[in-house]
């Protein structure tokens, strides 16, 4: 901790300690590590901003006849009635506010202050660059990647977003190194924003060998290493939300992921993340309505890629009905399609993902596999401490087959694996979610191809959805 108090801590201006802590980030005022007095004569001087926590706000003309105020967290952007409480509070001594929605990152109080950095940037970190590239990555691009990644450059560089539409294992991020590498040598801080733990701590170890001579940070619920300078920023979107008009550019991975459909939030960390007019490059393989129309109507600058990087055509979902499902893990029984299709799958030695819709089938699942003597079985689920143990043991091969919820329906790639959903027809089982699962299959180019089965107990328009959609990217693809 650094307690400045002394007035020749004070460099003529401004402290430069204040300038690294705070540059780009806003915090609570209790959790900065300097005295009141430094914060108060930077505030006097103009460097750095404070505002409430939490305000009021008329949500609707309507409002204005209720006596109830609307509350709205600046930190998170949650505006939810029923995400508020509040206590008796000791340092207001009133009655006082607070949002439960980021109450995980410490609490945020009607008294709170937020303090954020509005003085000049930090002399640039960038890493010395005689011009030439940063990125050692010496793989080749297919042409219809080569061409999406100069697009996606050139539309980033210019200020204007872009949409990066492209089919499963179309390699996505190799797309976006051309583009990171001319933004960090203009000296631009670069943000990639996914929204799961798993994205993260498989991107980082790419990045950095891709980038060696750039400071790239990781930051997920639990992650250690974090450096606040890194010019290069990957993290989980919950994350994003300590930064704030810091990123030059920001790439938001799988951006119809799951926290990002259902939590207005991560769309508000994003957008205070970046700097005024920052663009946004968006990659997705099923994108979300909003930015699908966009695109479509020419409001949104994109491209669509309907081919893997491999040339083959995305492995097809195929149906089987299995009667009732959920029965038969109940009872400890595996359908007869299944079974069959397990014992075919040993002897030709291959890995298996099997997806079901919940962590007690997971469990329940797991065990009955093991008991029918596939012993090399493991069930994975997003509280299970063991995850990313179990995860590894599967991309060792140790694990043959994995049992799992919906969150490994992306991100990560094991080559030759094929892939079974055990109750497809379950809610959970969204289009996107069933397009995404397909997608595990077939992405390396020494095994392109391999199962899908979506073992149902009768056919939704999720699962038709998803199996159309995927033959209309092979159409477009030429297949
Ligand atoms: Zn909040
Ligand atoms: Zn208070």
């Excluded at 995400?83 to 207001?92: E, L, V």
Aim: charged fraction near 25%.
């Amino acid at each position: 901790m650094m307690l400045l108090t002394r007035k020749s801590d004070l460099s003529p201006n401004f402290s430069s300690d204040v300038q690294r802590f705070l540059y780009g980030k806003e915090y609570r005022a209790e959790e900065l590590p300097f005295s009141d007095q430094v914060i108060k004569e930077h505030l006097n001087k103009g460097y750095v901003t404070m505002r409430p926590a939490i305000t009021a706000y008329n949500a609707h003309f309507l409002d204005l006849f209720s006596y109830r105020k609307k509350w709205q967290c600046n930190r998170c952007g949650n505006r939810d009635q029923e995400s508020f409480a509040s206590c008796s509070c000791a340092r207001c001594r009133k009655e006082c506010v607070y949002c439960r929605h980021c109450l995980t990152m410490g609490i945020v109080r009607a008294c709170s202050r937020l303090v954020r950095w509005v003085g000049p940037a930090p002399a640039a970190s960038a890493p010395k660059s005689d011009g030439s590239e940063l990125c050692t990555w010496t793989g080749t691009l297919s042409e219809e990647q080569n061409a999406a990644a100069f697009a996606l450059d050139h539309a980033l560089a210019h200020g204007d977003s872009f949409l990066v539409w492209a089919v499963t294992g179309s390699g996505k991020t190799e797309i976006i190194y051309k583009a990171i590498d001319r933004a960090l040598r203009e000296g631009h801080h670069v943000a990639l924003a996914t929204p799961r733990t798993d994205v993260v701590r498989e991107l980082l170890p790419r990045l950095r060998s891709v980038f060696p001579t750039v400071s790239i940070s990781g930051l997920y619920a639990g992650s250690e290493e974090a450096y606040p300078e890194a010019q290069l920023v990957i993290s989980t979107a919950h994350q994003l939300i300590h930064y704030a008009n810091c990123f030059d550019c920001i790439f938001i991975d799988e951006v119809d992921a799951f926290p990002f459909h259902y939590d207005p939030m991560l769309a508000f960390a994003v957008q205070k993340a970046a700097k005024p007019g920052a663009p946004i490059g968006y990659l997705t393989a099923t994108p979300p309505e909003a930015l699908k129309s966009a695109y479509l109507k020419g409001k949104l600058k994109g491209v669509k890629i309907t081919r893997r990087y491999h040339g083959h055509p995305l492995p097809v979902p195929r149906f089987h009905w299995v009667g009732n499902w959920t029965r038969s893990i109940q009872k400890g029984q595996l359908p007869k399609p299944l079974l069959d299709w397990l014992l075919t799958k040993k002897q030709q030695a291959r890995q298996l993902f099997l997806f079901v819709p919940t962590v007690t089938m997971v469990r329940e699942l797991t065990e009955t596999i093991q008991k029918e003597g596939f012993v090399r079985t493991a069930g994975v689920h997003a509280e299970d401490p063991d995850r990313h143990t179990k995860v590894n043991d599967f991309r060792n091969g140790k694990i043959r087959i994995l049992v799992t919820t919906t969150i490994l329906e992306r991100g990560v790639t094991v080559p030759g694996v094929e892939v079974a959903v055990l109750g497809a027809d379950d809610r959970v089982f969204d289009t996107c979610a069933l397009v995404q699962i397909s997608g595990r299959v077939g992405r390396s180019s020494a095994s392109p191809s391999g199962d899908i089965l979506f073992f149902h107990n009768g056919k939704t328009l999720a699962m038709v959805r998803a199996r159309r959609q995927i033959e209309q990217m092979n159409k477009e693809g030429g297949f």
